[in-house]
């Protein structure tokens, strides 16, 4: 069947005549969906969008679309043929398909399901739909396999869906719905999905429909007693085939089978468009929903710059749906005199929707006041409504997929979800909260007499808000001013390799946009540092992840790659145009409007060296496998120009502090994975766990280490390990944290001989203060007591310049936690710079300049050595250099802003 052209191929009186004996208690037009439309109504004049309509949900929202005022069935998206793979490595390590990926695969896609939010039915109900048949898409190109399954006849089909158990059983995460649905082969009837003791799909002989035909499905569930007096379901499936001729099929389930929600199914090139859905609910009451048209708005921390006495801040605005502009309003007030309508906009932007942009708006605005001196407030309008609250939280609303009220916290808003956004005021002491590995789709954690437990699971797989109830309850009482999203943000693919732009943004949005996080990130500065698994790939790194982008035929679509290196690019740093082909450059540093203070984000993955260790094999050395050793001293780990900016940075900045992120784990104590690399070595060289942490690249680590050690005040933090854990490498005197999971689990194993005082597994002494693992509560490897909560955690971070002697405090808190809890881990590190670094060779004395200036020290010659900040009164306390020998004189020049000052020194 090739389809036509669709313009004219929809029989309006011949729709109306079908339908109109197709009544039922409610109908719903089936394009913007928000009220009852009878069924005998063609809905018209409906605008066409992308966007399935607020009253749906699913997984898979690419599979839909508007068009010519109806609900439609989407077929073709930008990266469309992804495959479920993980790096190439995976087959090595896990010695799949005998070690080597192969190229060929089938990018068929299973079903795709949109669910009515309303309607979770039970008892004895009735659901139909009429469908328009525009014929199958034509999606063929050049290399296209006649064997693959889309092409088969019978694998295209449209049709009812019930019996979910959330509103995300789609693709294949189908556990419980069934589908009643009409295959292009000419057979109608039930099909389930295949699994170990499932009732066995249904089919009768059914009309093969030609593009043009309106058909109608319905199904009746009916309850009926055994003669034991147990009661079971009996469904009656019926197909109105062109013509009126009525094809029915019936079966009884288990009650359980029929209750749940109903929607559309889809699955092949089958095009199709839905005019009416209907449901007559028996004694089944709709569910209270709400929903939220602005995801997130969030602001990026990272890009706050002043600009000619104006502070300046970049935000990314999520929606759920069209629109064409969104406006910012900012006000040192949450309740700003005269209402938010009378305030200034702030900022403007278009709402863009585009290949690899599903209605997102990057919002530059300006500031009415320097973020130092005040906490400032926002409002969202979108087409001038203000959509900034959130209606999920109002009290009473069904928790119907899990994002409902119950799962997290969203602070002191009330019930009415009515809140305001909030940039924290940027002082001292900084309060960073380091979250990394937020994968929410397990059970719901919840207080039982016996203690925490995981609750769910099963049929009960769903996106959550949060992993457990009470999550971040207390995270108002910790005075966090930025939130640092770090590795493992938004898992593109954990779930599915999303095979459209719009199920791309829907797996962050079930990440970012729940009713906890979206309340975090408006609530605080953000910075966002994605890794492997946000760009829709396990362990993407190095050379490959360049080369999967540039060439088709490696075994993956390189648009699927492309695509989503686009979306994470324009989500963590709102830019507009995104090249899909170039790496890119993430590291920036972000230094506090009272210049004491830098964040810096790097990339130890993007910019490294190739995880091979096989060189010349084709050329004879291929015997020995390891030549290319993972200590080479040329592997890089940052690449040249990041580990040159790095290194400028740390030689120049004067700020007393300076944290870094995004190095994932210089400190090789972590174990690779064993189990299936079938070895005993801690540290395999070619297994992909332990390639995966930047240790692995130990030249590369090693070079870092030396950097950072080679001045005071600089720390390292890092997430995608799935453990919190703090250390201090004692001869460089470099503090590196780990943190996370907050909703993910699978913590990586520690090496043997992990203790407090111990070597990791390339001899680097380390004294560890705490750990909070799955399995250990502490670094002498104690299990958890009995009843406490899963190890779920965030890092609680306060840097304070403003002592003689600044100071550190790290502590690794469990989600559930308020302050005044004991640290999780064992322990936690209150420390002051002057504990940090190599042992200074010499310092330089204490001298007067000018006051709260940055101070730049420099060699005679010009080299730079490192820089630092002058107090108040203009006092330059005593600097350790570390590195510089006693008796050297050295520049020292101080700059304030506006007027510079420059002394020579002489070392002591």
């Known amino acids: 069947m090739t389809k036509k052209n669709d313009t004219n191929d929809f029989d309006r009186r011949k729709f109306i005549q079908l339908s109109g004996g197709a009544m039922a208690a409610a109908s719903v037009g089936c394009s913007a969906l928000t009220a009852p439309v009878a069924a005998q109504t063609v809905p018209t004049a409906i605008p066409d969008s992308l966007y399935h309509g607020s009253g749906w949900e699913t997984f898979n929202p690419g599979f839909w679309q508007v068009k010519n005022g109806l609900l439609r069935r989407r077929i073709k998206n930008y990266g469309d043929r992804a495959r479920k793979t993980g790096f190439p490595y995976h087959y090595e390590t896990h010695q799949r398909n005998g070690g080597s990926m192969p190229m060929d695969y089938d990018p068929s896609l299973p079903p795709g399901v949109l669910y009515r939010k309303e309607w979770k039915l039970a008892g004895e109900w009735s659901i139909s739909a009429q ?35 959330n509103l995300f059983e789609s693709y294949d995460k189908v556990r419980n719905a069934t589908f009643v649905t009409w295959r292009d082969d000419g057979k109608f009837g039930f099909l389930r999905k295949s699994a170990k003791g499932a009732r066995p799909s249904k089919w009768v002989d059914a009309p093969v429909l030609k593009a043009g035909d309106i058909v109608e499905v319905s199904l009746t569930a009916e309850r009926r007693e055994k003669n034991t007096g147990e009661t079971y379901t009996k469904l009656t499936a019926k197909f109105v085939a062109p013509g009126g001729q009525v094809i ?47 995801y997130n708005c969030y602001p990026l921390g990272d890009t706050l710059k002043e600009e000619q006495g104006e502070w300046k801040v970049r935000f990314v605005g999520l929606f759920a749906s069209d629109g064409e502009r969104v406006e910012l309003r900012i006000a040192d007030s949450p309740n700003p005199k005269g209402g938010w309508q009378q305030v200034k906009v702030a900022g403007v932007a278009d709402i863009v929707n585009h290949e690899w942009r599903r209605n997102t708006a990057t919002i530059d605005v300006v500031l009415p006041a320097n973020p130092a001196s005040k906490t400032l407030f926002y409002t969202v309008w979108k087409d001038g409504q203000d959509v900034t ?28 979800g009515k809140y305001v956004g909030r940039l924290p005021q940027l002082q001292a002491p900084y309060k960073v909260c380091g979250l990394s590995c937020h994968a929410l789709t397990s059970g719901l954690q919840q207080r039982t007499e016996q203690g925490w437990k995981i609750l769910g699971g099963g049929d009960q797989w769903q996106f959550r808000d949060q992993p457990t109830v009470e999550a971040y309850k207390h995270l108002d009482d910790y005075g966090f001013q930025v939130m640092c999203w770090e590795d493992d943000v938004w898992y593109m693919e954990l779930v599915l390799y999303p095979p459209s732009t719009d199920d791309a943004y829907k797996t962050v949005i079930a990440s970012i946009g729940g009713p906890t996080t979206r309340w975090q990130m408006m609530r605080h500065w953000n910075v966002i540092n994605p890794g492997d698994h946000d760009y829709g790939m396990d362990d993407v790194k190095g050379p490959e992840q360049i080369v999967i982008r540039l060439k088709d035929g490696l075994g993956q679509d390189r648009d699927y790659m492309r695509r989503n290196f686009q979306i994470v690019q324009h989500l963590i740093t709102g830019d507009e145009d995104v090249d899909p082909l170039v790496n890119p450059k993430k590291w920036r540093a972000w230094k506090m409007p009272n210049r004491d203070f830098t ?28 030549l290319y050793d993972r200590a080479d001293p040329t592997r890089s780990l940052l690449g040249e120009e990041q580990f040159g900016w790095l290194q400028q940075l740390i030689k120049t900045d004067a700020s007393r502090l300076i944290c870094l992120t995004g190095i994932n784990g210089m400190h090789t104590v972590w174990a690779g994975g064993k189990a299936y690399s079938k070895t005993d070595d801690d540290f395999p060289q070619r297994d992909r766990v332990a390639a995966d942490y930047a240790g692995w690249v130990a030249a590369g680590a090693d070079r870092v280490l030396e950097l950072i050690g080679s001045r005071d005040g600089v720390i390292s933090v890092y997430g995608d390990v799935h453990n919190g854990c703090i250390m201090k490498n004692k001869d460089h005197g470099v503090i590196e944290c780990s943190f996370g999971p907050i909703g993910r689990s699978g913590g990586r194993a520690v090496i043997r001989g992990f203790g407090r005082e111990m070597q990791d597994y390339d001899d680097r002494p380390l004294e560890v203060t705490a750990l909070y693992h799955k399995t250990h509560a502490d670094p002498e490897l104690n299990t958890h007591a009995p009843g406490a909560p899963f190890y779920w955690n965030f890092l609680e971070m306060a840097f304070d310049p403003r002592q003689l002697d600044p100071t550190i405090d790290l502590r690794i808190r469990n989600l559930v936690d308020p302050p005044n809890e004991q640290p999780r881990g064992g ?8 504990e940090t670094g190599r042992t200074p060779s010499s310092y330089l004395p204490e001298i007067k300049t000018l006051p709260n200036a940055d101070i730049r020290i420099v060699s005679t010659e010009g080299q730079p050595i490192r820089g630092t900040r002058s107090d108040a009164d203009g006092r330059l306390t005593k600097t350790a250099l570390v590195g510089i020998s006693q008796g050297i004189d050295v520049i020292v020049t101080a700059y304030d802003g506006q007027s510079s000052q420059s002394e020579v020194a002489t070392t002591v």
Not at 136 to 159: A, I, K, L
Not at 260 to 280: C, E, K, M, Q, T
Not at 389 to 415: C, F, L, Q
Not at 609 to 617: M, P, V, Y
């Open 827 to 834: 322990g936690f590190l209150k420390t002051a710079v002057s």
């Open 599 to 626: 964040f810096v984000i790097l990339d130890s993955r993007l910019w490294r060296s190739s995880q091979d260790t096989a060189i010349w094999d084709d050329e004879g050395w291929g015997h020995q496998r390891e």
């Open 131 to 165: 469908f328009v048949y525009h014929g199958n898409e034509d999606v063929r190109r050049d290399g296209d396999s006649d064997s693959w399954q889309m092409f088969q006849p019978g694998y295209g089909m449209m049709g009812l869906a019930f019996g979910s158990k």
């Open 389 to 416: 609250s959130d209606p999920r939280i109002t009290g009473g609303v069904d928790d119907r997929a899990g994002t409902g009220p119950g799962t997290g916290y969203v602070g002191d808003v009330p019930e009415s």
């Open 248 to 294: 029915s099929i019936s079966e009884s389930v288990g009650n359980r089978s029929a209750e749940g929600y109903v929607g559309i199914v889809g699955r092949g090139l089958a095009d199709f468009s839905v005019p009416s859905f209907n449901v007559d609910p028996g004694s089944n009451q709709p569910l209270r929903i709400a929903d939220v048209d602005c």
